[in-house]
């Protein structure tokens, strides 16, 4: 790299292996690239490859994603129609996530780039578009939402609502989650899932990965609509007999297995393996091998959760069955069924006693001597005879008022007798 006298910067003071590859690259505006090439002829920024790269990251010009491949030689592959790249999220069987913003608007959104040898399958592709247009209307709290669907440059990308946060997938690296937490997710996906089911999409491949949580512990439905595309991807598929089973084999349902029609409940099938594998950090339907784990659930019930999972109550065991009953006729039929079977759970938790804590009792409190009627109690320097007389004029108020008006009265007749007696 050519250097020359830092009070005077010349042209070639430019690291020629980095700023063309910015400015290739489209990363950068045209106003950007030249306030950037600018700063580093006047010094401002440093000409030293590295540390001009790592300026460019400090001020927030370029991301970390962007400079690693700069600096290993890479201007392409960071515009997809009018989007920039920023970082890569993750990748699957269907194709690769990133982080991207809109050239013109600034909006941040999460772009799928669908694997190219999905792309050159004329007949999925156009099932996708149809696809894609119901997914177009989902608009539900837990759903990923969808903003675009298009072609640039034989690339097939998917335009969908940035999530900040994590996967069910990566939570369960993590350790297996307590149920009530995997039931409130599981119910949120429940409800999710009902939207999509009521637009007419099936989402074919419901799975831990497919399940994001937010900051806010949303948990909302990722890939809706990529189902179709599975079709053409021989490492997601599963040849049979009947057809081909589209889903990923430790979560598929039977007739999935089978490469049958499939509705909604066999989603909540999916679902069900799911909230099983969050809780028992096990598959319901183990087996060595794919054939043998598909074979178990086509003929077999799942492993009880209660060989790993003693302490799972009864009712989250009957919800689990249910969801992963064999017949479809035997499940939740829709996905708002089965949220409200998953929500009673966690209401019914609250509301125990057991699941409250516990509050310190207070100290025992000497009941108070109830006060004493009339003469129930005698005074012990009262004579014997008094008690069974008291006692009797309690359990006999009226005999003894009309005893002691006739006392009274015999006595005021007596007096006034005695009195005319005398005055005689």
Same mark, same amino acid.
């Given at each position: 790299m050519a250097t020359s006298d830092p009070s005077k910067p010349a042209l070639d003071a430019v690291p020629s292996d980095l700023l063309p590859i910015i400015r290739n690259s489209g990363a950068l505006t045209d106003k950007q690239f030249l306030d950037v090439r600018s700063k580093v002829l006047s010094g401002a920024y440093p000409s030293d490859t590295k540390a001009l790269a790592d300026r460019l990251v400090r001020d927030n010009l370029l991301t970390d994603y962007q400079v690693r491949r700069f600096l290993t030689g890479k201007s392409h592959g960071l515009i997809v129609g009018k989007y920039v790249i920023l970082d890569r999220i993750g990748s699957g069987s269907m194709g690769r996530v990133y982080k991207a913003h809109h050239q013109l608007m600034g909006r941040v959104v999460a772009l799928k780039i669908i694997a190219p040898e999905i792309v050159t399958n004329e007949r999925v592709v156009a099932r996708f578009q149809r696809e894609m247009r119901l997914v177009g209307r989902l608009d539900h709290p837990n759903v990923v939402r969808a903003f675009d669907a298009d072609q640039s440059n034989n690339v097939l990308y998917i335009v969908m609502e940035y999530v900040a946060g994590k996967s069910l997938g990566q939570r369960l690296k993590e350790g297996v989650l307590p149920p009530v937490e995997a039931v409130g997710y599981a119910a949120q996906a429940a409800l999710g899932l009902a939207h999509a089911h009521s637009q007419g999409i099936v989402h074919r491949d419901i799975k831990p990965s497919n399940l994001l949580v937010d900051s806010a512990k949303r948990l909302k439905v990722l890939d809706l609509g990529l189902g179709v595309l599975m079709?053409?991807?021989?490492?997601?598929?599963?040849? *049979?007999?009947?057809?081909?089973?589209?889903?990923?084999?430790?979560?598929?349902?039977?007739?999935?297995?089978?490469?049958?029609?499939?509705?909604?409940?066999?989603?909540?099938?999916?679902l069900g393996c799911a909230l099983y594998h969050l809780i028992a950090g096990r598959q319901a339907f183990p087996g060595s091998t794919p054939?043998?784990?598909?074979?178990?659930?086509?003929?077999?019930?799942? *492993?009880?959760?209660?060989?790993?999972?003693?302490?799972?109550?009864?009712?989250?065991?009957?919800?689990?069955?249910?969801?992963?009953?064999?017949?479809?006729?035997?499940?939740?039929?829709?996905?708002?069924?089965?949220?409200?079977?998953?929500?009673?759970?966690?209401?019914?938790?609250?509301?125990?006693?057991?699941?409250?804590?516990?509050?310190?009792?207070?100290?025992?409190?000497?009941?108070?001597?109830?006060?004493?009627?009339?003469?129930?109690?005698?005074?012990?320097?009262?004579?014997?005879?008094?008690?069974?007389?008291?006692?009797?004029?309690?359990?006999?108020?009226?005999?003894?008022?009309?005893?002691?008006?006739?006392?009274?009265?015999?006595?005021?007749?007596?007096?006034?007798?005695?009195?005319?007696?005398?005055?005689?």
């Open positions: 079709e053409a991807d021989e490492h997601a598929n599963f040849a *049979t007999a009947d057809g081909v089973a589209v889903g990923t084999v430790d979560y598929m349902s039977p007739e999935q297995a089978c490469g049958r029609e499939v509705d909604g409940r066999s989603d909540l099938f999916s054939i043998e784990r598909l074979g178990e659930r086509i003929n077999n019930r799942p *492993t009880p959760i209660t060989d790993h999972r003693p302490d799972v109550p009864a009712s989250l065991v009957h919800v689990l069955d249910k969801l992963m009953a064999t017949k479809p006729s035997d499940r939740y039929q829709t996905g708002t069924e089965a949220a409200e079977a998953l929500q009673n759970l966690i209401r019914t938790r609250k509301s125990s006693p057991s699941s409250k804590k516990s509050e310190p009792k207070p100290e025992p409190i000497s009941p108070e001597p109830s006060p004493t009627r009339g003469l129930a109690v005698a005074p012990p320097l009262f004579p014997s005879w008094f008690p069974p007389l008291a006692r009797w004029v309690e359990h006999r108020p009226r005999t003894t008022l009309a005893a002691l008006i006739a006392i009274l009265a015999a006595w005021f007749w007596v007096g006034f007798g005695i009195a005319w007696w005398l005055k005689g």
